[in-house]
């Protein structure tokens, strides 16, 4: 038959020990084995003695494979447990089995009755140190441990050891190793049994007990087979299996890997009071008067000694343990006491800071809710009331959306410390104006809003209209006179499904009023909310056009009045969106400057126009102009990124005419228009030539020729038109040849747009205008047309 290595049991523990339900599947195994094989073992001696040994062995490794899995192997208690099961097995199988009842060896007799105490001492002492190591108060868990072994054995001398003793003939090495292994059982168990008291209910321990009460079990009965002179027989092995089986198990269970679940040990409990009174009072009338009710014969002298002996030991560990309980409980008392008057002098303490803590918390409450600067609700207590206010549809509130013209300027020429008196002196104002039940608060920077519940249109108007007037009226701060308006948005009778909403169409009417001029009010339409989704939806196909090819170029050519010869051409820009009708420059352009694409669409423009104008420079010496916006001008790369394009096309700087309008100028400081004179400076320094547009629609126009590089003026359209108006005619005329003629004595060349009549173009012909530009002579056509206009003809009637 083939034999089992022992490393292919340790192997098989290891596997067991690493799977969550490896102990259960031992249990089961393992007892299927210890309840068959002792039974089996008289009839097949040999096999039975070799599966106790195996049984044996499998249960010593599983201790120790379970100590390592769980990292307990450098904890003493453990290893001297697992010493014990070590001896256990070598006393048991190798010196009793082997040497004794195999080799008939008399010394290895001696060896195993010398390895029983040893083994049980070993594993005394290791479940003594496993009850100690969870600190607390540790003579009370001894004391427990001992009130409950003398308890237990008081009846255990009665009516097993006392008979067992009486009935042996003679009193053999065997019997009093028996009585002596069976008296450290039951201290064991007591140990055990304390640490069940204490709280440690986990599984691990739950089969730690029960395997020593199997061997109380097992260790009685051999001491019946001794007594008997006979060899340990099948309950004494089934019961010593059991043990090393369920003491394998525990050493297995998941749970060992959390000791911590045995709580230290505690002073008093309910399980410890009612075990130790049981113990007091039935033990020693158990031991002593059942047996005389029972008939039996009188107790022998040995018997009331023994009995006598034991209840004086009980009673000295009960007066021992219930000192300990004396003591604790007084030191407990005394630190009760310090602690009461602690408690009163931190409560005093705890009261102050309680009240401290009322006060701050009505302060930041009061904080949470208010602007710091103003002192009006802040953006949360607004839209906590404008969300309350919508609670009724039948009578939707009124919304004032107000934001301060100019409040820039003010923060860049004096300060924020002025800025920030300004915005105070704002609140107050409008915290004049505002009744009681409406919502005044500081949304952020110079925007302010009130919440009107239920208020109608007239009325909202009113109110806005006496805070337009209100905060027109001069200021004064730092002694300084300021003055400031504001734009107000008004949302009123219209319902609204929540304050994100309100907010939306009231931000409309405000971008409405700064729109129409400032230091107005506009009222929310549902047109504009139709205006606003048309502007985001030609905002998203705009950043798309680029990519999808939707934009492209025509050209206008400027004549030579005189000559009919183009000698420029103008690049317009068009979109055509695939699958719709095309939009209006007018309409995209704006949309491009606001959302800041006309950086890259100016870019792709100047691109494609120099890679057209190219041919027409080489070819009839003709230039390109190109319009530039102010966003593009204050980017700090146009520059650079013009120089760039030019060398990347090869054409010529003084082929290039960057074209700007008067009110790029004016719609910025002092400091910025510094700013982008030099940009535009530096790019003429080049040789790019700069055309003013739309010249004589501004008020400034003649003071700017004094300070902008420019070498070209176009006439505004509006003087071309008035020139075949009767009533007008004269007085166009006028103004037309002084723009011509003050062009002229600059060095500035002039060209007139929007011509469209042989009467128009006549006309300033014969006022001495050189370059003129429009209908009569070609609408904006692609490049393809441009290259066709070029080769024919020059215009007719330039002569004429």
Same mark, same amino acid.
């Given at each position: 038959?083939?034999?089992? %290595?022992?490393?292919?049991?340790?192997?098989?523990?290891?596997? &067991?020990?690493?799977?969550?339900?490896?102990?259960?599947?031992?249990?089961?195994?393992?007892?299927?084995?210890?309840?068959?094989?002792?039974?089996?073992?008289?009839?097949?001696?040999?096999?039975?003695?070799?599966?106790?040994?195996?049984?044996?062995?499998?249960?010593?490794?599983?201790?120790?494979?379970?100590?390592?899995?769980?990292?307990?192997?450098?904890?003493?208690?453990?290893?001297?447990?697992?010493?014990?099961?070590?001896?256990?097995?070598?006393?048991?199988?190798?010196?009793?089995?082997?040497?004794?009842?195999?080799?008939?060896?008399?010394?290895?007799?001696?060896?195993?009755?010398?390895?029983?105490?040893?083994?049980?001492?070993? *594993?005394?002492?290791?479940?003594?140190?496993?009850?100690?190591?969870?600190?607390?108060? #540790?003579?009370?868990?001894?004391?427990?441990?001992?009130?409950?072994?003398?308890?237990?054995?008081? /009846?255990?001398?009665?009516?097993?050891?006392?008979?067992?003793?009486?009935? +042996?003939?003679?009193?053999?090495?065997?019997?009093?190793?028996?009585?002596?292994? &069976?008296?450290?059982?039951?201290?064991? $168990?007591?140990?055990?049994?304390?640490?069940?008291?204490?709280?440690?209910?986990?599984?691990?321990?739950?089969?730690?007990?029960?395997?020593?009460?199997?061997?109380?079990?097992?260790?009685?009965?051999?001491?019946?087979?001794?007594?008997?002179?006979?060899?340990?027989?099948?309950?004494?092995?089934?019961?010593?299996?059991?043990?090393?089986?369920?003491?394998?198990?525990?050493?297995?269970?998941?749970?060992?890997?959390?000791?911590?679940?045995? #709580?230290? /040990?505690?002073?008093?409990?309910?399980?410890?009071?009612?075990?130790? $009174?049981?113990?007091?009072?039935?033990?020693?009338?158990?031991?002593?008067?059942?047996?005389?009710?029972?008939?039996?014969?009188?107790?022998?002298?040995?018997?009331?000694?023994?009995?006598?002996?034991?209840?004086?030991?009980?009673?000295? &560990?009960?007066?021992?343990?219930?000192?300990?309980?004396?003591?604790?409980?007084?030191?407990?008392?005394?630190?009760?006491?310090?602690? +009461?008057?602690?408690?009163?002098?931190? @409560?005093? =303490?705890?009261?102050?800071?309680?009240?401290?803590?009322?006060?701050?918390?009505?302060?930041?409450?009061?904080?949470?809710?208010?602007?710091?600067?103003?002192?009006?609700?802040?953006?949360?207590?607004?839209?906590?009331?404008?969300?309350?206010?919508? !609670?009724?549809?039948?009578?939707?509130? *009124?919304?004032?959306?107000?934001?301060?013209?100019?409040?820039?300027?003010?923060?860049?020429?004096?300060?924020?410390?002025?800025?920030?008196?300004?915005?105070?002196?704002?609140?107050?104002?409008?915290?004049?104006?505002? !009744?009681?039940?409406?919502?005044? *608060?500081?949304?952020?920077?110079?925007?302010?809003?009130?919440?009107?519940?239920? @208020?109608?249109?007239? @009325?909202?108007?009113?109110?806005?209209?006496?805070?337009?007037?209100?905060?027109?009226?001069?200021?004064?701060?730092?002694?300084?006179?300021?003055?400031?308006?504001?734009?107000?948005?008004?949302?009123?009778?219209?319902?609204? %499904?929540?304050?994100?909403?309100?907010?939306?169409?009231?931000?409309?009417?405000?971008?409405?009023?700064?729109?129409?001029?400032?230091?107005?009010?506009?009222?929310?339409?549902?047109?504009?909310?139709?205006? #606003?989704?048309?502007?985001?939806?030609?905002? @998203?196909?705009?950043?798309?056009?680029? +990519?999808?090819?939707?934009?492209?170029?025509?050209?206008?050519?400027?004549?030579?009045?005189?000559?009919?010869?183009?000698?420029?051409?103008?690049?317009?820009?068009?979109?055509?969106?695939?699958?719709?009708?095309?939009?209006?420059?007018?309409?995209?352009?704006?949309?491009?400057?606001?959302?800041?694409?006309?950086?890259?669409?100016?870019?792709?423009? &100047?691109?494609? +126009?120099?890679?057209?104008? #190219?041919?027409?420079?080489?070819?009839?010496?003709? %230039?390109?102009?190109?319009?530039?916006?102010?966003?593009?001008?204050?980017?700090?790369?146009?520059?650079?990124?013009?120089?760039?394009?030019?060398?990347?096309?090869?054409?010529?700087?003084?082929?290039?005419?960057?074209?700007?309008?008067?009110?790029?100028?004016?719609?910025?400081? !002092?400091?910025?228009?510094?700013?982008?004179?030099?940009?535009?400076?530096?790019?003429?320094?080049?040789?790019?030539?700069?055309?003013?547009?739309?010249?004589?629609?501004?008020?400034?126009?003649?003071?700017?020729?004094?300070?902008?590089?420019?070498?070209?003026? =176009?006439?505004?359209?509006?003087?071309?038109?008035?020139? !075949?108006?009767?009533?007008?005619?004269?007085?166009?005329?006028?103004?037309? =040849?002084?723009?011509?003629?003050?062009?002229?004595?600059?060095?500035?060349?002039?060209?007139?747009?929007?011509?469209?009549?042989?009467?128009?173009?006549?006309?300033?012909?014969?006022?001495?205008?050189?370059?003129?530009?429009?209908?009569?002579?070609?609408?904006? *056509?692609?490049?393809?047309?441009?290259?066709?206009?070029?080769?024919?003809?020059?215009?007719?009637?330039?002569?004429?």
């Amino acid at each position: 038959m083939r034999k089992t %290595s022992p490393e292919a049991v340790r192997a098989a523990g290891s596997r &067991l020990a690493r799977e969550p339900y490896g102990w259960l599947v031992y249990l089961l195994v393992g007892g299927l084995f210890t309840l068959v094989t002792p039974l089996l073992t008289p009839v097949f001696p040999g096999p039975g003695v070799a599966v106790l040994a195996l049984l044996q062995l499998v249960s010593v490794l599983a201790v120790i494979v379970g100590v390592r899995r769980h990292g307990l192997s450098g904890q003493w208690h453990w290893r001297l447990i697992a010493a014990a099961a070590v001896v256990s097995y070598v006393e048991g199988v190798l010196f009793e089995g082997v040497g004794w009842f195999w080799l008939e060896i008399p010394a290895f007799l001696v060896l195993s009755q010398l390895g029983t105490p040893i083994a049980y001492g070993l *594993a005394l002492a290791g479940l003594v140190l496993l009850g100690l190591r969870t600190g607390g108060a #540790r003579w009370a868990g001894l004391l427990d441990g001992g009130i409950i072994t003398v308890g237990v054995g008081m /009846p255990l001398w009665t009516f097993l050891i006392d008979p067992a003793l009486d009935r +042996a003939e003679t009193m053999t090495a065997g019997i009093v190793l028996a009585v002596t292994v &069976l008296c450290i059982d039951l201290l064991m $168990l007591g140990v055990l049994v304390r640490m069940v008291f204490d709280g440690g209910r986990a599984p691990w321990l739950a089969l730690m007990t029960t395997s020593f009460a199997v061997l109380i079990v097992g260790d009685g009965a051999h001491l019946l087979d001794q007594v008997a002179g006979r060899d340990a027989g099948a309950p004494a092995m089934t019961a010593w299996l059991g043990w090393a089986l369920l003491t394998g198990c525990a050493a297995l269970h998941p749970s060992l890997a959390n000791t911590a679940q045995i #709580r230290p /040990p505690a002073i008093t409990s309910r399980a410890r009071v009612t075990t130790f $009174l049981a113990v007091t009072l039935l033990s020693p009338l158990i031991s002593s008067l059942v047996p005389l009710l029972s008939g039996t014969d009188e107790l022998s002298l040995r018997d009331y000694v023994a009995i006598v002996l034991m209840t004086v030991l009980l009673a000295v &560990l009960l007066v021992l343990r219930l000192t300990i309980v004396a003591r604790v409980a007084e030191t407990r008392a005394v630190a009760l006491d310090s602690q +009461a008057e602690q408690l009163i002098a931190q @409560t005093a =303490k705890l009261t102050v800071a309680l009240h401290k803590q009322e006060q701050l918390q009505r302060q930041l409450t009061h904080r949470a809710s208010r602007d710091p600067l103003t002192g009006l609700a802040n953006r949360t207590v607004f839209g906590e009331a404008l969300q309350e206010s919508l !609670t009724d549809p039948e009578t939707p509130p *009124a919304l004032l959306l107000l934001d301060l013209d100019g409040f820039k300027d003010v923060n860049d020429t004096f300060g924020h410390s002025v800025g920030d008196e300004l915005l105070s002196q704002v609140g107050r104002r409008l915290r004049g104006i505002v !009744t009681s039940g409406h919502t005044l *608060a500081r949304l952020g920077g110079d925007e302010f809003a009130i919440v009107m519940p239920g @208020t109608a249109l007239v @009325t909202a108007t009113a109110v806005a209209q006496q805070i337009l007037h209100a905060l027109q009226t001069p200021y004064r701060v730092g002694g300084r006179e300021l003055h400031l308006t504001t734009s107000i948005g008004v949302l009123a009778d219209i319902p609204v %499904s929540n304050a994100s909403e309100a907010l939306r169409d009231a931000d409309m009417a405000l971008y409405a009023a700064k729109n129409a001029g400032k230091n107005q009010l506009a009222t929310f339409d549902p047109e504009m909310r139709a205006a #606003r989704l048309e502007h985001s939806r030609l905002t @998203t196909g705009l950043r798309h056009a680029i +990519a999808q090819q939707e934009l492209t170029l025509n050209y206008q050519p400027v004549v030579d009045l005189n000559s009919g010869a183009i000698t420029a051409v103008e690049a317009l820009l068009r979109w055509n969106p695939t699958g719709g009708k095309p939009v209006r420059p007018d309409v995209f352009i704006p949309i491009a400057e606001e959302t800041g694409l006309i950086i890259p669409i100016g870019l792709w423009v &100047l691109e494609q +126009a120099c890679a057209d104008a #190219r041919r027409w420079h080489e070819q009839y010496g003709i %230039s390109v102009t190109v319009n530039v916006s102010g966003r593009q001008l204050r980017d700090e790369n146009f520059s650079d990124a013009v120089l760039t394009i030019l060398r990347r096309h090869d054409l010529p700087e003084q082929a290039l005419v960057l074209e700007i309008t008067e009110s790029m100028m004016l719609a910025t400081t !002092t400091a910025e228009t510094q700013r982008l004179i030099s940009v535009l400076q530096a790019l003429r320094d080049h040789g790019v030539r700069i055309a003013l547009d739309d010249f004589g629609t501004g008020y400034s126009s003649l003071a700017y020729l004094r300070t902008l590089p420019v070498d070209i003026l =176009k006439i505004d359209r509006s003087f071309t038109t008035a020139l !075949t108006e009767a009533d007008r005619r004269q007085q166009t005329r006028a103004f037309t =040849k002084a723009i011509v003629e003050l062009s002229a004595s600059l060095d500035l060349r002039t060209v007139v747009e929007g011509v469209e009549t042989d009467d128009q173009a006549g006309m300033l012909q014969q006022m001495g205008c050189p370059l003129a530009q429009g209908y009569l002579f070609s609408p904006p *056509a692609p490049a393809a047309r441009i290259d066709d206009l070029l080769q024919s003809a020059p215009w007719r009637k330039a002569a004429a």
